[in-house]
């Protein structure tokens, strides 16, 4: 149960709470993808130190953009958004990058 400690975040900034089995930063560059900025920067809050942020989109247009733009190790991307949804983003992906090595 040492690996679950519980692991006090400071300040009242976005995401500040206690994260579970956090320890140090894993060697991840991740992306957020989601229309509503306060999600992002709630969700940026909770993974502060435990990954890479390299960016954010706010659209899936914008995030499949920045994906093919950046490569990033993981997304965390919303499944409702206006323009398209989460799985449409990862539809077009699919079929875009194919012959590249990459789960979806």
């Known amino acids: ?58 659209s899936g247009a914008e995030a499949i953009e920045k994906i093919l733009e950046l490569a990033p190790d993981a997304v965390f991307l919303d499944v409702e958004m206006p323009d398209m949804n989460g799985f449409d983003v990862l539809a077009t992906l699919k079929t875009t990058v194919s012959g590249v090595r990459h789960s979806v």
């Open 1 to 58: 149960m040492d690996s679950q400690k519980a692991v006090p975040r400071a300040g009242g900034a976005p995401g500040a709470g206690v994260v579970r089995g956090c320890g140090p930063a894993l060697d991840m560059r991740a992306l957020i993808v989601d229309d509503e900025e306060l999600a992002r920067r709630n969700l940026a809050g909770m993974l502060d130190g435990a990954v890479e942020l390299i960016g954010e989109a706010a």
